[in-house]
């Protein structure tokens, strides 16, 4: 269960509190800051992290708060492309592809418009998400039958404040969000997930066979996905 907290700085929070955390971990995303905190931390717990990082999330919330969609966004993500183009109608329209969408928009159009600008993400995330659906499980699957693993099911969804999950039934769920990611980073969590259809926690073993799959030290990896922001 997800609680909701409203910042007078920082805009929305999520808090979600999960078992198996260890640590606090933030995310600035477009709708809002998403915190995966251990089962057991206090509001003072989550307080006092918080006020760890405060000032590197409303930079972040900040930056964001520049980003208009218009001509200059791009998205060139491995798995999805998106870009917006003026052009000489009087109308909004969109062409998707797979793997790839376009928004035309006539030369008139005002970028700063606070409806516009959620439509536009609404449209993106929506894209990304059929997309997610198309990729992922599939590669999910690959992976799985080179490294020798099995698992349940697999769903896309936007899971808090993490990039996926695998239950103690070995059902994966991942994040649609990782379509944004360089491949490297994603097969990392897909294989992450992976080994946990074996390993139920993050011990040693966990980390020595996730190494070993993978041909580098996970936990740097896993450092380099906690660095990744991901904002629409």
Known sequence: ???????????????????????????????????????????????????SVREKLLALREERGHRLIGPDYKIEAPFFKFGVQLCSGSRITARTEPGKMEVFCPEVTDFTDDKLQQWL?????????????????????ALAEKHGFSFRSVKINDTLGSWGCCTGTNHIRLSWRLMLLPVHLMDYVLLHELCHTIHKNHGPEFWKALSQIIGRDAKALQSELMGAQIMI
């Open 1 to 51: 269960m997800k609680e909701r907290i409203v910042d007078e700085k920082l805009g929305v929070i999520f808090l979600q509190k999960r078992a198996n955390a260890r640590q606090f971990k933030f995310r600035c995303m477009s709708d809002g800051i998403y915190i995966t905190a251990p089962m057991l931390s206090t509001r003072s717990d989550i307080d006092r992290a918080l006020k």
């Open 121 to 141: 993400r609404n449209v993106i995330v929506q894209a990304v998400k059929k997309n997610a659906a198309r990729v992922m499980p599939p590669r999910l699957q």
